[in-house]
């Protein structure tokens, strides 16, 4: 029985230990809670909380004293990375503005940096479809048509016409799908998001401000020396002592000349009158890659003269044959038809060099330089060396038209693997052309001219030929010189002889 009494005496002892344990618990438990809607994700937005409870012990009775919290800070979560996308629907905060699309300057070229709004197809408060033309923009390659993202009604453009050098991602113009709320957008201005945080970090926290200590006083200014007073020399009045040799002085009264008079000073040079054009996107990236091509390719140039008195002839037979059908081939047309097939049969001209390897391509897309108003601008024409001769014709007249007009999509004018540059129609005899990169050759045409040649059949042992010059733009790390001479004589051959290039 005295075991059993002071068995129970100790457990009464430990019950009466642990209750205040219990009790302390419950009241840290409760300030707990009532600290926790302080630290909520509404309160501290984007940050993560992290608490930690660390209960402390005696090390004499290993009984429990309390519970603290040691810690709580916020780790600020990483952002993501900012992506520009060309529309961004946006919704109305507190009821101010009911829901629309911000549409935002898209990229319309994989090298498109920035654009300029040539002009606006649509006004505000015009009903839009899906698919219309809403812009007209132009890039570092050429003026692109904008369509419109969506269907509804346009509220409010932002950026007017003809403003330039516009970023990728900036707000263009909004678009609402009820006609109704096209009004809400009357005085819209868009506001600018990053403008809030140096405001916010320009204006210190109360306790910041009374823990910085006031700056020290400036240092008194300290005056500079005054300058000495410099003296010139008088200016010497008509009439007055004149310092001169007495040999001077009888030159001068013989000539009759007064010595005391001062000379009149330089008569100033007028300056050149000049305009400042400003310099467009196209023009931009035109000088950039020029800039680029010869600074990095090692270019060579070879030229020959190529008689064009057998094209001639068929080009006349041909295009009488596709008259009705409205096609009419030009020597370019033909230009065109032999460089691609002679760049199948010397492989080496169209390539690109790549650092690590050399690519060789197995079509030959031709890029045609043409000129616009603009600048200058490369449509291709693609697996030339598949093509027949009236296509060849058709498609060069649709994309020079294109060109022209600013209405090129950038997959017909980006790559290319082999160029022509025809400058003949121009009276130009021969020139050397810069090559386009990545590619390894572009060819110069000049123009076509009547020279007498050697003819053993003919009784006079001469006659007069159509003789065209050409020259052979190569990037020497690609081609040799021994195979670019190839290359020629292989496309001087199917010029004078263009039954061959039918075989």
């Given at each position: 029985?005295?075991?059993?009494s002071?068995h129970?005496?100790?457990?009464?002892?430990?019950?009466?230990?642990?209750?205040?344990?219990?009790?302390?618990?419950?009241?840290?438990?409760?300030?707990l809670?009532?600290?926790?809607?302080?630290?909520?994700?509404?309160?501290?937005?984007?940050?993560?909380?992290?608490?930690?409870?660390?209960?402390?012990?005696?090390s004499?009775?290993?009984?429990?004293?309390g519970?603290?919290?040691?810690?709580?800070?916020?780790?600020?979560?990483?952002?993501?990375t900012?992506?520009?996308s060309?529309?961004?629907?946006?919704?109305?905060?507190?009821?101010?503005?009911p829901?629309?699309?911000?549409?935002n300057?898209?990229?319309?070229?994989?090298?498109?940096?920035?654009?300029?709004?040539?002009?606006?197809?649509?006004?505000?408060?015009?009903?839009?479809?899906?698919?219309?033309?809403?812009?007209?923009?132009e890039?570092?390659?050429?003026?692109?048509?904008?369509?419109?993202?969506?269907?509804g009604y346009?509220a409010?453009?932002?950026?007017?016409?003809?403003?330039?050098d516009?970023?990728?991602?900036?707000?263009?113009?909004?678009?609402?799908?009820?006609?109704?709320?096209?009004?809400?957008?009357?005085d819209?201005?868009?506001?600018?998001?990053?403008?809030?945080?140096?405001?916010?970090?320009?204006?210190?926290?109360?306790?910041?401000?009374?823990?910085?200590?006031?700056?020290?006083?400036p240092?008194?200014?300290?005056?500079?020396?005054?300058?000495?007073?410099?003296t010139?020399?008088?200016?010497?009045?008509?009439?007055?002592?004149?310092?001169?040799?007495?040999?001077?002085?009888?030159?001068?009264?013989?000539?009759?000349i007064?010595?005391?008079?001062?000379?009149?000073?330089?008569?100033?040079?007028?300056?050149?009158?000049?305009?400042?054009?400003?310099?467009?996107?196209?023009?931009?990236?035109?000088?950039k890659?020029?800039?680029?091509?010869?600074?990095?390719i090692?270019?060579?140039?070879?030229?020959?003269?190529?008689c064009?008195?057998?094209?001639?002839?068929l080009?006349?037979?041909?295009?009488?044959?596709l008259?009705?059908?409205?096609i009419?081939i030009?020597?370019?047309?033909?230009?065109?038809?032999?460089?691609?097939?002679?760049?199948?049969?010397?492989p080496?001209?169209?390539?690109s060099?790549?650092?690590?390897?050399?690519?060789?391509?197995?079509?030959?897309?031709?890029?045609?330089?043409?000129?616009?108003?603009?600048?200058?601008?490369?449509?291709?024409?693609?697996?030339?060396?598949q093509?027949?001769l009236?296509?060849?014709?058709?498609?060069?007249?649709?994309?020079?038209?294109?060109?022209?007009?600013?209405?090129?999509?950038?997959?017909e004018?980006?790559?290319?693997?082999?160029?022509?540059?025809?400058?003949?129609m121009?009276?130009?005899?021969?020139?050397?052309?810069?090559?386009?990169?990545?590619q390894?050759?572009?060819?110069a045409?000049?123009?076509?001219?009547?020279r007498?040649?050697?003819?053993?059949?003919?009784?006079?042992?001469?006659r007069?030929?159509?003789?065209?010059?050409?020259?052979?733009?190569?990037?020497?790390?690609?081609?040799?010189?021994?195979?670019?001479a190839q290359?020629?004589?292989?496309?001087?051959?199917?010029?004078?002889?263009?039954?061959?290039?039918?075989?």
């Amino acid at each position: 029985v005295g075991g059993d009494s002071d068995h129970h005496h100790h457990r009464l002892l430990h019950i009466a230990a642990i209750l205040p344990i219990i009790s302390e618990m419950l009241r840290s438990s409760a300030a707990l809670r009532a600290a926790l809607p302080r630290l909520t994700p509404r309160n501290v937005p984007r940050k993560t909380s992290e608490r930690r409870l660390t209960s402390l012990l005696t090390s004499n009775d290993k009984k429990i004293r309390g519970l603290r919290i040691l810690e709580a800070h916020a780790v600020e979560a990483k952002k993501p990375t900012a992506v520009v996308s060309p529309f961004f629907r946006g919704y109305a905060s507190n009821g101010d503005l009911p829901p629309h699309i911000k549409v935002n300057l898209p990229a319309l070229s994989p090298t498109m940096e920035m654009g300029t709004i040539i002009s606006w197809e649509k006004k505000e408060g015009d009903v839009l479809n899906e698919g219309d033309l809403l812009a007209e923009i132009e890039t570092d390659k050429a003026t692109m048509g904008m369509e419109t993202p969506e269907e509804g009604y346009l509220a409010k453009i932002v950026v007017p016409a003809g403003e330039k050098d516009i970023p990728l991602g900036k707000l263009l113009c909004i678009i609402v799908s009820d006609e109704k709320d096209v009004s809400a957008f009357k005085d819209y201005q868009p506001t600018e998001e990053a403008s809030a945080a140096p405001a916010a970090a320009a204006s210190p926290s109360p306790a910041a401000a009374a823990a910085t200590p006031p700056p020290p006083p400036p240092p008194p200014a300290v005056m500079p020396p005054a300058a000495a007073p410099t003296t010139s020399p008088p200016a010497v009045a008509p009439g007055s002592f004149v310092y001169a040799s007495p040999y001077a002085k009888k030159l001068s009264s013989e000539q009759n000349i007064d010595l005391s008079v001062s000379a009149p000073g330089p008569i100033p040079i007028p300056g050149a009158t000049y305009t400042d054009m400003p310099i467009s996107n196209i023009r931009n990236v035109i000088a950039k890659r020029l800039c680029l091509s010869k600074q990095s390719i090692p270019h060579y140039y070879l030229s020959i003269d190529v008689c064009m008195d057998e094209v001639s002839q068929l080009r006349q037979e041909f295009n009488k044959l596709l008259e009705k059908e409205g096609i009419k081939i030009s020597f370019n047309d033909f230009i065109i038809k032999a460089s691609a097939l002679a760049c199948k049969k010397i492989p080496e001209a169209n390539s690109s060099w790549l650092d690590t390897v050399i690519r060789q391509y197995n079509n030959v897309d031709v890029s045609v330089a043409v000129s616009t108003d603009r600048g200058l601008i490369t449509p291709i024409v693609f697996k030339a060396e598949q093509k027949g001769l009236a296509t060849i014709a058709s498609d060069v007249k649709a994309l020079a038209a294109k060109a022209r007009e600013g209405k090129l999509q950038p997959h017909e004018f980006q790559g290319g693997t082999f160029s022509v540059s025809n400058l003949g129609m121009f009276g130009v005899k021969n020139f050397s052309a810069i090559i386009n990169p990545p590619q390894s050759c572009i060819l110069a045409v000049g123009g076509t001219e009547k020279r007498l040649v050697v003819d053993e059949e003919s009784e006079q042992g001469f006659r007069v030929a159509h003789i065209m010059s050409v020259t052979l733009s190569c990037d020497h790390r690609t081609v040799d010189g021994a195979v670019g001479a190839q290359w020629l004589a292989a496309f001087k051959k199917y010029l004078e002889k263009p039954s061959t290039m039918i075989l």
